[in-house]
């Protein structure tokens, strides 16, 4: 032990947990913050004036109007736009977490032959680019006349390579000793994994499904390209349309505009607040791997 | 038997749906790069590498690249910078620093759609935040997503301003993993923060940095949503990245063959970057296989 371990073990023995920040770095961090958040409350307080207020040097903000949200709504068929996304990100969501688990599951707890063989199969589609795939998804949705469908929206996402890998990850860390109980009443691999494995789980896999559930909230180009129906699109798609039709018009409604944009955002934030623990952690091991 | 049939039916749904919508169209992209296919007539005709030879010596290509690469250069280094001084900022576990990480980071899980909407707005030239700004600091407005010389530079902000917060996440992660002891121990020594910085915290973070580095690169080579959203690739197709360009392809002019190679090279570049950072970099592929 050199003498400076010496001098810092007694420091620590005298400041249990040794600071890794001095305390005005968060006193610099708020101001920081308040600018970053600029452009979303401006939205918010955007959405809730008047047209004419945007021109006039000193807008009347008080009452609030939510006119914009109604106009919104009305005029453009948001709430089914709202509808498809949550049928489209539910089914996904959902859809894909059964397919992972059940994968994951015999990845990482069952000996097959060829096991290691498919397992870097699900992970090398890690590497690869959504766009490769987009016009032959495309040409074999057309060729089964499925273009405008919620089958061609969900389909292809019913697995993700990423969520297997994560999933493989975490049940590899669960004791072996956890299962002999339950295959000496002879549980089956069905029960051992429903019945064990994924109620002992429980956070990875929320971690998963709300990392999914954002991401396919967000998902845009692919929409895109199936879908050209009012009936059939989500919000995104829904919103860069009316985005696009105000500023084509030259009608340039942005407290309307803004609405939209506000409502959108909504459901990623509720999620975001209760999830952020989940999300984080997701996150931080998929940037780990 | 039975020890096989019941393990491959549980693998079996989720490598059927990576089969169909994964490895399927990977081969199928390659073929239709080697062709020229003609929807109208439903006409595919073998050309080998003739799609891939007019790319490049396509101009319109070219300057997608060119294009692309200058988003590329404006929004990463700038985003790994600023995420790494937040991270030092918040990486002490308090209450508060946990709210403040949650401020920066909600637009990382954001609408892109939604976000580029907003930052359309404070980017107008007439009635914008931004111009308003500068015009009561006594600064010229600028035209923003109207000039093609400032179009490009004002989408690369907003890739920023939306991705920063998971560069951050990434660093704090990073930064907490580095021992507390050594910072101790260099503070007894009399070494300046900037001093520690230099000699403890970069080294330790350089896996982090390389591994960020490779993801944000590989992103913003396939910005799509906000430029779609921002701009359409304009004005005057300044803001044409590749993949405008390979959409504008595939499917306003229907050039499957043409596009497939766009996406065939894109696939191959981003693939290389991918071996470089699991091989030269450095960093060890540990999927413990065992």
């Given at each position: 032990m050199t003498l400076i371990d010496l001098r810092v073990a007694a420091r620590q023995t005298v400041r249990e947990r040794p600071r890794?920040?001095?305390?005005w770095a968060t006193v610099v961090a708020i101001p920081l913050a308040v600018l970053f958040a600029v452009p979303m409350l401006y939205a918010v307080y955007v959405s809730l004036?008047?047209?004419?207020?945007?021109?006039?040097?000193?807008?009347?903000?008080?009452?609030?109007?939510?006119d914009n949200y109604l106009t919104a709504w009305s005029e453009h068929p948001f709430a089914r736009y709202f509808f498809n996304s949550i049928i489209v990100c539910g089914a996904i969501t959902i859809g894909s977490m059964i397919t992972s688990i059940m994968a994951a599951y015999v990845f990482a707890r069952v000996d097959m032959p060829g096991r290691n063989i498919l397992f870097m199969a699900v992970v090398a589609?890690?590497?690869?680019?959504t766009h490769i795939t987009l016009v032959p998804n495309y040409l074999t949705m057309a060729g089964f006349g499925l273009r405008n469908t919620y089958w061609a929206l969900i389909l292809p996402f019913l697995a993700s390579g990423f969520a297997a890998f994560f999933l493989r990850q975490h049940f590899?860390?669960?004791?072996?000793?956890?299962e002999e109980a339950a295959k000496l009443d002879g549980a089956g691999h069905w029960r051992l994994l429903w019945t064990i494995i994924v109620p002992m789980s429980r956070p990875a896999i929320a971690a998963i499904a709300v990392f999914i559930f954002l991401s396919e909230w967000n998902s845009y180009i692919w929409p895109l390209i199936v879908t050209d129906t009012d009936d059939m699109r989500t919000v995104e798609i829904g919103l860069a349309r009316l985005f696009a039709e105000e500023q084509e018009g030259g009608i340039n409604n942005w407290p309307m505009i803004m609405a939209a944009a506000v409502t959108i955002l909504i459901p990623p934030t509720i999620v975001f607040f209760f999830a952020e623990r989940y999300l984080v952690s997701g996150i931080t091991m998929g940037g780990n791997r | 038997m039975k020890r096989v049939v019941v393990p491959a039916l549980f693998v079996l749904p989720c490598l059927t749906v990576l089969a169909i919508f994964i490895y399927w169209p990977i081969f199928y992209s390659f073929y239709l790069s080697l062709h020229d296919v003609n929807l109208l007539s439903g006409r595919q005709r073998f050309v080998g590498a003739e799609n891939f030879v007019d790319l490049a010596l396509d101009d319109g290509f070219h300057r997608s690249v060119a294009i692309t690469a200058t988003f590329v250069i404006a929004s990463v280094p700038l985003r790994l910078a600023l995420a790494l001084f937040l991270a030092q900022l918040l990486v002490a576990e308090r209450p508060a620093n946990r709210v403040l990480r949650g401020v920066f980071f909600l637009p990382y899980v954001s609408s892109t759609v939604a976000i580029a909407v907003v930052w359309s707005w404070l980017f107008?030239?007439?009635?914008?935040l931004i111009n308003l700004t500068i015009g009561a600091l006594g600064g010229s407005p600028q035209n923003w997503l109207y000039d093609a010389d400032t179009a490009l530079y004002a989408v690369a902000a907003v890739n920023v301003w939306k991705q920063l917060g998971y560069d951050m996440v990434i660093f704090i992660a990073g930064l907490q993993a580095i021992s507390p002891t050594l910072y101790e121990a260099a503070r007894i020594d009399g070494a300046s923060r900037l001093h520690q910085f230099r000699t403890i915290t970069l080294p330790l973070l350089t896996p982090t940095l390389l591994f960020l580095l490779v993801i944000s690169v590989i992103d913003s080579f396939q910005v799509f949503t906000l430029v779609n959203v921002m701009t359409h690739g304009g004005p005057?197709?300044?803001?044409?990245?590749i993949v405008n360009f390979f959409y504008r392809l595939a499917?306003?002019?229907?050039?499957y063959g043409s596009a497939s190679a766009v996406v065939i090279a894109l696939f191959l570049f981003l693939l290389g970057l991918t071996i470089l950072q699991f091989g030269v970099l450095g960093r060890k592929v540990s999927y413990d296989l065992d």
């Open positions: 890794l920040s001095i305390p004036l008047d047209q004419s207020d945007l021109m006039s040097a000193t807008p009347d903000f008080w009452p609030p109007n939510i589609t890690l590497m690869v680019p590899k860390t669960i004791p072996k000793e956890v | 107008n030239t007439d009635l914008g005057a197709l300044s803001t044409d990245v499917f306003v002019r229907l050039d």
